[in-house]
């Protein structure tokens, strides 16, 4: 009986109690590790610049992390009628508090920080603000595995 009531009390109290999300829309509770979920094939769904969808005017997208702390972006558009692709590949690494992820493209010198706003198992949102254009970018990913 001890037993049943001391799984209740827990049970309770983890579903009772606020939780302490690192992200704005993020879960509020799940077993996953923040690197479990990110580590994905995420496809670009959302593109916003200021508050204004852009997605139907950049090209498809599509982001690989891996656990090696590697990734790669492959993006693909029709351009004069021919297919034009482009490649990146480089590292990525979580902030110390993992709020923030730094991808770091192979040709570039410094890496590129990305706010994560929501990080679920199926859907990713990174936030960017440039500081010399003033101007805030929203990527949603989504994936289907």
Sequence with gaps: MRLVALFIFTFSLVVL???CSKYPNGPGFTLRTKSNRLVNDWKLTSYMVN??????????????????????????????????????????????????????????DLPVEFSIRELRAKKLVIQYYNKITNKTYLYTYTTDK
């Design 51 to 108: 508050g204004v969808e852009y997605i139907d005017a950049v090209p498809q997208l599509k982001m690989v992390i891996e656990k090696d702390g590697t990734y790669s972006r492959h993006s693909t558009e029709l351009v004069l009628n021919q297919l034009q692709s482009v490649f990146e590949h480089g590292t990525w690494a979580f902030n110390d508090e993992k709020t923030s992820m730094f991808l770091q493209a192979e040709d570039a």
């Design 17 to 19: 109690t606020p939780s």
